[in-house]
């Protein structure tokens, strides 16, 4: 399996914004999607957003509007740009990628919004 590490994660006032990166090691599996997904406590995990190889996006709809995908395919790294953040966002958040040798999940990074 291909290692995911995640960072950016911290917290944050409501209203602030955040930053969130994962990195995907070298591997001889090429990467189709990647996106992110969070565990709120006593919640089951949920998808944020993920993007395609070509950079076609997707997104849950409590966070239209306020969170941005992006990645580096030369990386191998996506990001999630987290504004206007709000205290139901506080979850841990997991990268997670699609490749020819199967899925793979980051570590998580917790994401704490309050005041």
């Known amino acids: 399996q291909d290692q995911l590490v995640e960072s950016g994660g911290g917290l944050v006032q409501p209203g602030g914004s955040l930053r969130l990166s994962c990195a995907a090691s070298?591997?001889?599996?090429?990467?189709?999607?990647m996106g992110w997904y969070r565990q709120a406590p006593g919640k089951q995990r949920e998808l944020v957003a993920r993007?395609?190889?070509?950079?076609?996006?997707n997104y849950a709809d409590s966070v239209k509007g306020r969170f941005t995908i992006s990645r580096d395919n030369a990386k191998n790294t996506v990001y999630l740009q987290m504004n206007s953040l709000k205290s139901e966002d506080t979850a841990v958040y997991y990268c997670?990628?699609?490749?020819?040798?199967?899925?793979?999940w980051g570590q998580g990074t917790q994401v704490t919004v309050s005041s």
């Open positions: 997670w990628s699609s490749t020819t040798g199967g899925d793979n």
């Open positions: 070298r591997s001889v599996f090429s990467i189709y999607d």
């Open positions: 993007i395609t190889r070509r950079g076609n996006t």
